[in-house]
């Protein structure tokens, strides 16, 4: 069964920072590629970042260029999730997911967690 769990969210002051984890089954570890994504209330999902499987290729959203480093480590099964510089803007649900890199790209996946809120006060 595939199933991806996250930890990490919490709550943290503008300018601080926050690295999410997310472990991955077998089956969802396996898939291309993983991802984060994040939905705020009242807005669409937003892929934050997006790695390809053995990490040749990765991608970032423009909103996060340069403030957070997605990263695998393919002997525990994990994705994670480096934000510095965190502004209120961040605040929302994230989440990981796996899917192939077309997929992830276009806002879609075959599999995801459940999420992390992260806020981030003024």
């Known amino acids: 069964q595939a199933q991806l769990h996250e930890s990490g969210g919490g709550v943290v002051q503008a300018g601080g920072s926050l690295r999410l984890s997310c472990t991955a089954s077998e089956q969802a570890f396996s898939r291309p590629a993983m991802g984060w994504f994040r939905q705020a209330p009242g807005k669409d999902r937003e892929l934050v970042a997006a790695i390809a499987s053995g990490g040749a290729n990765t991608h970032y959203a423009d909103f996060v260029k340069g403030r957070f480093t997605i990263a695998t480590d393919n002997a525990k099964n994990t994705v994670d999730l480096q934000m510095n510089s965190l502004q209120p803007d961040d605040s929302a649900l994230y989440y990981c997911?796996?899917?192939?890199?077309?997929?992830?790209?276009?806002?879609?996946?075959?599999?995801r967690g459940q999420g992390t809120p992260v806020t981030v006060s003024s």
């Open positions: 997911a796996s899917g192939t890199w077309p997929q992830l790209l276009l806002r879609a996946y075959n599999y």
